[in-house]
């Protein structure tokens, strides 16, 4: 059985540039959440998405914004790039909610 | 605010045990949980234990929790080279990925 899937596993941007990261969670999983782990520090909670709906923000930038799709898989979005956005970018997902969560390989965005 | 400190560096040699200690300020904390990275990787939940237990044991780790020094710790017994990563301890008010805190991880080197 598949685990969580990033996609893609790098890449290179220029500041002002804008990204979309994806995520496909675990087959029956319906909850992804998105962290950001800058190098050297733990990640960083960016958001959570339950059945479709935004059920959690951390103290990121209006730049920042996701959305989960009919089949529970998620994009992330970063407009307008900083190199402060540099980093690698981890979608976890759970069976629900409140259950264990299951982190992917994550996406390593460089800007530049 | 939530914030979770960790040490960072640890070394251990081959065959003796390891130690990894955290601590935590959110008295809110319901789940502590002990994540693992290992170089280029995603992260592996190892264990998790619920605000109300002051131990759990599985295999070769314990988890000490200590409630009201707001301290967590995590023993690897009979350390090997596999164990060489970094870790990562975290808490939430609900088990599962909603907002999730990271410390700032744990390099734990094993010495042949």
């Known amino acids: 059985d598949a685990g969580v899937t990033q996609s893609p596993t790098h890449l290179i941007k220029t500041r002002g540039q804008h990204v979309t990261l994806r995520c496909s969670p675990i087959?029956?999983?319906?909850?992804v959440s998105w962290y950001q782990q800058v190098l050297g520090q733990g990640p960083q909670f960016i958001f959570q998405y339950y059945e479709k709906e935004e059920r959690g923000r951390g103290n990121f930038p209006d730049r920042f914004s996701a959305r989960q799709f009919p089949n529970y898989s998620s994009e992330l979005n970063v407009n307008a790039l900083l190199l402060g956005d540099s980093a690698l970018y981890l979608c976890?997902?759970?069976?629900?909610?409140?259950?264990?969560?299951?982190f992917g390989q994550g996406t390593r965005l460089t800007v530049v | 605010g939530e914030d979770v400190e960790q040490s960072l560096f640890l070394s251990v040699r081959e065959g003796d045990s390891s130690v990894i200690n955290c601590t935590y300020t959110d008295s809110s904390s319901t789940y502590l949980y002990w994540y693992k990275q290992e170089p280029g990787a995603g992260l592996q939940l190892l264990t998790y234990i619920f605000s109300n237990m002051d131990m759990k044991q599985d295999q070769r780790l314990t988890v000490l929790l200590n409630k009201k020094d707001k301290h967590l710790s995590l023993r690897i017994a009979d350390t090997q080279t596999g164990d060489s990563a970094i870790y990562f301890c975290a808490e939430s008010r609900l088990v599962g990925n909603e907002k999730l805190t990271f410390g700032t991880g744990t390099r734990l080197t094993i010495i042949p």
């Open positions: 087959s029956g999983h319906k909850s």
């Open positions: 976890a997902s759970s069976l629900l909610r409140d259950t264990e969560a299951f």
